[in-house]
Nanobody
Framework: QVQLVESGGGLVQPGGSLRLSCAAN????????MAWYRQAPGKQRELVAT???????NYADSVKGRFTISRDNAKNTVYVQMNSLKPEDTAVYYC?????????WGQGTQVTVSS
C-alpha cells in the first residue's frame, strides 16, 4: 500500500511561486511513474506533470516553462516548483504514483492564486 502526503499549498499572488511536496511511505526509487494532477472547481482532474524513475519529465502545455517536477529518491519525495503563477492555476493539486499496476493518490493540497 502506497501512501502519499502532499504539502506546500497556500494562497499566493499572481506572478508568485510555490513548491509542493509529495512524501511517500515507500522507496520512490521503486516507483517508475509519479505525477502531479490538479482539479479546479467544476472541472475535471487534469495532468500537470510527470516524472519517471530515470528522471524523464513531461508537462501540460499550460504549465510548460513555469513548472518544474523533480524527485529526491533519498527523501522519498516528489516536488513541483511552480513559478509565474496565474489565477487559472488555482486548484487542488494531487500527487499520483503508479505502482504494481495500481494508481495511488494523495489527499490533495489547495493552491489559490489571487490578489
Amino acid at each position: 500500500q502506497v501512501q502519499l502526503v502532499e504539502s506546500g499549498g497556500g494562497l499566493v499572488q499572481p506572478g508568485g511561486s510555490l513548491r509542493l511536496s509529495c512524501a511517500a511511505n515507500i522507496r520512490i526509487s521503486s516507483i517508475n511513474d509519479m505525477a502531479w494532477y490538479r482539479q479546479a472547481p467544476g472541472k475535471q482532474r487534469e495532468l500537470v506533470a510527470t516524472i519517471t524513475s530515470g528522471g524523464s519529465t513531461n508537462y501540460a502545455d499550460s504549465v510548460k516553462g513555469r513548472f518544474t517536477i523533480s524527485r529526491d529518491n533519498a527523501k522519498n519525495t516528489v516536488y513541483v516548483q511552480m513559478n509565474s503563477l496565474k489565477p487559472e492555476d488555482t486548484a487542488v493539486y494531487y500527487c499520483n504514483a503508479f505502482y504494481w499496476l495500481k494508481s495511488y493518490w494523495g489527499q490533495g493540497t489547495q493552491v489559490t492564486v489571487s490578489s
